[in-house]
């Protein structure tokens, strides 16, 4: 299949959802005429640092690759939150120059206060913190963020911030003065560096329901750890985001505290009674012990390829021209979709094709490219609106021959096979494609228009058959009891849900699980307000 011309069409407001727009804009102008953001002056810039080849890790680094080995990177995959949270621990503590971190999401809970803890204990020793947040959320850790800043060898920012710094997100960004399109681009990366010489990406924020810590749900994700020329890539991409005109420092947003000393007590109080358990198993899916471990033993089991990182440029968050055409994220994820001969497995949360992945999965058929995607059941999906949005789509997938498989709370949980959720509710969020067992492709980018020209996002093509297999093994290892296949019946038109019961018997059903007719109500509502590409 050849690289079509991706563009996202443009859609036309209904009447319904002018006369929100101008209540808001009232609204708006009423609750926050004094509410503007400060000059943000002069803003010094800095580059990753390269000569680290001396430190603990870069040696690390350099005594795992085999002799002899040509491929100039490095992996390792995390499937599991609490080996993905140790290895950033871990990397943390052996850092001895740098650690650059890009964010979407910091939570004021267990796991985002031990991370900022690690990074205040990085910088005592001496280590360079460049921390980089998104700003949606980032008012409901304020305090911690400038009591971080107030330490030694700290730098915070906060990209694309919006003027109203209190109330919860949704509020700030409708109630924010100025244009709500640009406060609607949100930074969606997620990175890790440490030294420049260690690189953890994928599809995690920094949050306990990531790394298996939420008593109410949590996220079956992936990450992967990379040594090697992907890591000054990626280091690339990072810097390129922290000298950004939408990189604030998070002192000129908020003010220097009158008192540094207090700022930085008041931090300590907050974070160091934090705890995050080490992993209870002594080995991942795939036979690896934890990365910490790995680094004491002084080397770290890797697969070595090639690879080519997909960073969308900053200004992608403010520039309208880049509104009507996937930016670099997506658009190098839907290359090398739409480069398969044989076969395409898609991971993703949240799903849904539009006038551009339509054509795309009809041309794919076409040509015999089976197709399997992986995606949440309205019983495991955080975002009921965007799974709505995703069924319309369902009918006309399956008659090309899709293979569609949404996740089953009730059987992962009780298979184990994605982690140990005790009694919280399993919820999809990797974003993972896999080409015909030849290449893996990791990141934050979900497969929807949010993603192709909304958020900044980030991936990464690794053409690694090892890995892909790796990878596809670890889907189908329960031989799919964990989800529901989906089928259509005879008339073309009913889905039906085909299951593991309880005894392990094959059961279908035509009612869709987890669902209700309040659900059903509500998100014909919400329809009525949120146009697809804003989702």
């Known amino acids: ?20 727009r101008l209540l808001v804009l009232a609204l708006v102008s009423l609750l926050t005429a004094c509410v503007s953001l400060p000059p943000r002056g002069e803003v010094s810039s800095s580059l990753a640092l390269a000569d680290t080849a001396d430190t603990s890790l870069a040696r690390v680094a350099a005594s795992s690759r085999p002799p002899g080995e040509a491929q100039p990177s490095g992996f390792r995959l995390l499937p599991l939150g609490e080996f993905a949270f140790d290895a950033r621990v871990a990397l943390s503590r052996q850092a001895e120059r740098s650690l650059d971190l890009q964010y979407y999401y910091i939570h004021r809970d267990e796991a985002g206060r031990t991370l900022l803890r690690e990074l205040r204990d990085a910088a005592q020793r001496g280590v360079r913190v460049r921390l980089l947040v998104d700003d949606f959320y980032a008012a409901q850790i304020d305090d911690l963020l400038i009591g971080l800043a107030s330490f030694a060898n700290v730098e915070v920012r906060l990209f694309n911030p919006m003027p109203l710094r209190r109330g919860a997100p949704v509020f700030r960004l409708v109630l924010s003065p100025g244009d709500f399109q640009l406060y609607n681009h949100r930074m969606h990366n997620k990175l890790f560096v440490a030294d420049n010489a260690m690189a953890i990406y994928g599809g995690r924020n920094i949050a306990d329901e990531y790394f298996m810590k939420n008593r109410e749900a949590n996220f079956i994700d992936s990450d992967v750890l990379s040594t090697g020329r992907v890591v000054t890539d990626l280091s690339a991409a990072f810097d390129r985001y922290w000298n950004s005109e939408l990189a604030w420092p998070v002192q000129t947003l908020l003010g220097k505290p009158t008192d540094a000393a207090a700022a930085r007590l008041h931090f300590d109080r907050e974070v160091d009674n934090a705890r995050v358990a080490a992993p209870q198993v002594p080995t991942d899916p795939f036979g690896q012990s934890t990365v910490g471990a790995q680094l004491h033993e002084g080397r770290l089991m890797l697969s070595y390829a090639a690879a080519q990182v997909h960073a969308d440029p900053p200004e992608k968050a403010s520039d309208t021209t880049f509104a009507t055409e996937p930016a670099q994220a997506v658009s190098g994820l839907l290359a090398a979709l739409t480069a398969a001969r044989q076969e395409v497995v898609m991971v993703s949360p949240y799903f849904v094709p539009g006038e551009v992945g339509m054509p795309l999965i009809r041309k794919a058929r076409e040509n015999g490219i089976r197709i399997m995607l992986f995606t949440n059941s309205l019983g495991s999906t955080d975002e009921p609106l965007v799974h709505d949005r995703y069924a319309a789509y369902r009918v006309e997938m399956l008659r090309l021959g899709v293979e569609l498989y949404e996740v089953s709370p009730t059987q992962t949980r009780r298979l184990r096979r994605f982690g140990d959720f005790g009694r919280s509710l399993p919820r999809l969020h990797a974003k993972v494609a896999i080409v015909d067992r030849q290449r893996l492709l990791v990141g934050s980018a979900n497969l929807d228009a949010r993603s192709a020209v909304g958020n900044t996002e980030l991936s990464v093509v690794i053409d690694s058959p090892v890995l892909a297999d790796v990878f596809a093994s670890g889907i189908d290892g329960d031989n799919f009891a964990s989800v529901y296949k989906l089928r259509l019946k005879p008339d073309g ?8 019961d309880e005894q392990d018997q094959i059961s279908a059903t035509i009612d869709e699980p987890d669902s209700g007719l309040w659900l059903r109500l509500k998100l014909w509502l919400l329809s009525l307000l949120v146009d697809e590409r804003d989702l």
């Open 1 to 20: 299949m050849n690289s079509p011309a991706l563009r996202i069409p443009s859609s036309g407001i209904s009447s319904t959802r002018l006369v929100w």
């Open 493 to 500: 038109q009913t889905i039906e849900w085909i299951h593991f």
